[in-house]
T-cell receptor, first 116, second 109 residues
């Protein structure tokens, strides 16, 4: 299994809603990432989990709350989002974080989020 | 100067032609380099890593020039399915991926 699975694929939520994005991988990777991508822009790193611990938070607003329940799962909890948070949210994984022998990241197909 | 610079394109290329992109980077401590491909409204997918000695995978050839701080991607015998955005990515000294903005390639029949 060489996939990263994200659900849901599409999500429309109001500014007062609470929702969660889910990400799952069974490749034995110990680093998992959340990225945000706006149209015609490269992905922007949000969070990094290494061995289920939060390693990097790129100054992301608290309305985004990550969670890593185990080595295969990564969630992103959303609350009180703004319309400008509408974007493609990508989950990725890699063998380990901060490994010079980096073999690249595997990305999920993303959740296209629209905040109304 | 941006950390990674790419020509955004689009490059309009006839099917069967050879096309090449360059990508310059400013951080001389960069350790690892990659080309990712992203189709419209899809996730980025790793196309190939870029090794110091240069490497080839079928119709694709990647090269690294550390002295001039750029990497390149050459696509031979281009196919319609090669149409995509090609993102240059490197791993910085903090082991974080630094992304270029991408080069859009359109292969025309």
């Amino acid at each position: 299994d060489t996939e990263v699975t994200q659900t849901p694929k599409h999500l429309v939520m109001g500014m007062t809603n609470k929702k969660s994005l889910k990400c799952e991988q069974h490749m034995g990777h110990r680093a998992m990432y959340w990225y945000k991508q706006k149209a015609k822009k490269p992905p922007e790193l949000m969070f990094v989990y290494s061995y289920e611990k939060l390693s990097i938070n790129e100054s992301v607003p608290s309305r985004f709350s990550p969670e890593c329940p185990n080595s295969s799962l990564l969630n992103l909890h959303l609350h009180a989002l703004q319309p400008e948070d509408s974007a493609l949210y990508l989950c990725a994984s890699s063998q380990v974080f901060r490994d010079r022998l980096n073999y690249g990241y595997t990305f999920g197909s993303g959740t296209r989020l629209t905040v109304v | 100067r941006k950390e990674v610079e790419q020509d955004p394109g689009p490059f309009n290329v006839p099917e069967g032609a050879t096309v090449a992109f360059n990508c310059t980077y400013s951080n001389s401590a960069s350790q690892s380099f990659f080309w990712y491909r992203q189709d419209c409204r899809k996730e980025p997918k790793l196309l190939m890593s870029v090794y110091s000695s240069g490497n080839e995978d079928g119709r694709f050839t990647a090269q690294l020039n550390r002295a001039s701080q750029y990497i390149s991607l050459l696509i031979r015998d281009s196919k319609l399915s090669d149409s995509a955005t090609y993102l240059c990515v490197f791993l910085d000294s903090n082991y974080q991926l630094i992304w270029g903005a991408g080069t859009k390639l359109i292969i025309k029949p």
